[in-house]
């Protein structure tokens, strides 16, 4: 009888796991296809801005106010709203799970028009205070502030209420739809700036160019709520905004998201303090350190956050049932996916920043100058990818458990750690965007560590037989790609007869094919566990393919 019921477990984690892979498949591929979308918005838009004035306008307002507070809103939202709906939905049915859900709703929908209604009253004040110097320089910066700022604080509205939609939906298991959504969004940007390229016969000013960004986003963000909601049609009527304090999830809800509130408020001084101090640079210093972060950013984002999407609703059933072993052992894949991936391609980008960012960006407006400035931060960003990536998915478990106050504890300790790198490093020491960046990566780094040490006594012991062979078999094939990369880049930086784009389209393209070679080649040899997967499912397609 034990041993079936043996079995029976055993199946029941193996079809978990199969179902983990296939719907992070599903949400990675649409990730995928939204960062190669926005890889392209990227390369398109920065040649046509560069790091102009219109570019730090831009990037301040898209960034530091509407994506930035949507991104807050999320944090505050998938920790305690996920869990407490699908433990009730689980438990007690939909209706009353959708009673959770309708007083969610109005909160957040109130939150979102006060936080509208004042940016949009106050609009020219925190343009003066945030671009005092890029309007010191370009009066003209205040009056398209002023105005992207009360364009795009109502479309915040609609962008953070699809959020809420998109998380109702992957409580059913269901990530499809919300991960087209998203690529929906991001494709409808990318035709906003097309559309201005366009009707101005491809040669836009770059105010032009950021002005077809804006409708894309209004657009975009429209277009994410109206491709969710018919799924939830069938339980439109089980939704009843109503404020409700009494509900005992709702006061669950409250004592999960105070401690998050306080963090995300830190986070958020962090990120304006951030970008006031870029900006007080000079022009083009926000829109340079942005080119390096969306260059660090992009590879990790896919992999990171599609991992984390879909895995928290199954990460949340393990930490109801308290199998802390499965937990430890997913934590354990988790790391070592994103180390595998990572580790390689931050000593590829840091070898080769300069051909990395011209392939990139390089041409029209983002010109050598450009190029300098995104150089000062962009290779000290690379040296934090692995930890950028593990943060959010790691988070996971810490909600599962019912912990919010632990990363928030920690979100706060490396929010002052970054003030501690930051301020110095460019008050006293003049770093400038380099102090910013390691600022970034310091913080972030100590803050994933000192979680990771907290985490490990809770779910019991790690197998050290899964840890430390990987490191040393990552180790010698991340050493071996090292040499590879450095004879290669340097023999074709004497070999290319070209110049500027050509020139490093051609080293990072040579060496990143030498690097790939020899990286998945060693891997191979050494049968990295990770690597060996992937072949033996292609092996297994072809040999179902020839039968």
């Known amino acids: 009888m034990k041993d079936v019921l043996s079995r029976a477990k055993e199946e029941a984690v193996e079809h978990r796991g199969e179902r983990i892979v296939r719907n992070a498949g599903i949400v990675a591929g649409f990730l995928f296809l939204g960062r190669i979308i926005g890889a392209g918005r990227e390369f398109i838009l920065n040649r046509f801005i560069g790091t102009s004035w219109e570019a730090d306008t831009y990037r301040f307002v898209s960034d530091n106010v509407f994506q930035d507070l949507y991104t807050k809103f999320e944090k505050l939202l998938q920790p305690v709203y996920v869990p407490i709906f699908v433990a009730r939905q689980r438990e007690d049915g939909d209706e009353p799970a959708w009673r959770f859900t309708s007083m969610v709703g109005l909160v957040q929908l109130l939150l979102l028009l006060g936080l509208c209604l004042g940016g949009v009253i106050w609009a020219p004040q925190i343009a003066r205070a945030m671009l005092e110097r890029q309007i010191e320089a ?60 366009v009707f101005f016969k491809g040669h836009p000013e770059p105010v032009h160019a950021t ?33 409700d304090f009494r509900n005992p999830d709702a006061r669950k809800a409250g004592v999960l998201a105070l401690p998050l509130v306080v963090a ?85 980008m840091f070898l080769l920043a300069e051909p990395t960012i011209i392939t990139a960006f390089f041409g029209m407006r983002f010109d050598d100058e450009s190029v300098r400035l995104t150089m000062q931060a962009m290779p000290w960003y690379v040296l934090g990818m692995l930890f950028f990536g593990i943060e959010d998915p790691m988070l996971k478990w810490f909600f599962a458990l019912s912990d919010t106050k632990t990363p928030v504890i920690m979100g706060i300790l490396g929010n002052v750690l970054w003030f501690a790198i930051a301020v110095p490093g460019i008050r006293v020491y003049d770093g ?7 600022a970034m990566v310091g913080s972030k780094t100590l803050k994933v560590l000192i979680l990771l040490a907290i985490l490990r006594p809770r779910l019991g012991p790690v197998p050290r037989k899964r840890v430390l062979p990987f490191i040393g078999k990552l180790v010698i094939a991340v050493g071996v790609m090292t040499v590879a990369i ?26 990143a094919f030498v690097a790939v070679v020899v990286y998945l080649g060693v891997s191979f040899a050494l049968r990295i566990e990770e690597l060996q997967l992937v072949v033996d499912r292609m092996k297994a397609r072809l040999r179902r393919g020839s039968a």
């Open 486 to 511: 450095i004879f290669t880049s340097r023999f074709l930086d004497g070999a290319i007869p070209f110049t500027g784009w050509l020139k490093g389209a051609g080293e990072f393209f040579g060496s």
């Open 432 to 438: 400038g965007l380099t102090a910013l960046a390691l």
């Open 264 to 348: 995300v408020i830190f986070s958020y001084i962090r990120n304006l303090a951030e970008s006031f101090l870029a900006l007080r640079e000079g022009v083009g210093g926000l829109a340079g350190l942005r080119a390096a972060r969306r260059l660090v950013d992009m590879p990790w984002q896919v992999l990171g956050l599609g991992i984390s999407y879909v895995i928290y609703p199954f990460i949340s059933e393990l930490g109801a049932k308290q199998e802390r072993g499965e937990m430890a052992n997913a934590l354990v894949s988790m790391i070592r996916v994103m180390a595998f991936v990572f580790v390689p391609m931050t000593v590829f």
């Open 211 to 243: 002005q077809g960004l804006v409708i894309g986003l209004v657009v975009g963000c429209m277009a994410r709520l109206l491709v969710q909601l018919p799924l939830l049609r069938q339980r439109r009527k089980l939704f009843r905004p109503r404020l």
């Open 138 to 197: 370009h009066p003209a910066v205040e009056a398209l502030a002023v105005s992207f700022l009360r364009i795009l604080l109502p479309a915040l509205v609609v962008y953070s209420l699809s959020n809420l939609t998109e998380l109702t939906i992957q409580s059913y298991h269901s990530f499809t739809v919300p991960a087209l959504a998203e690529a929906l969004r991001r494709i409808l940007i990318v035709v906003g700036l097309v559309a201005a390229i």
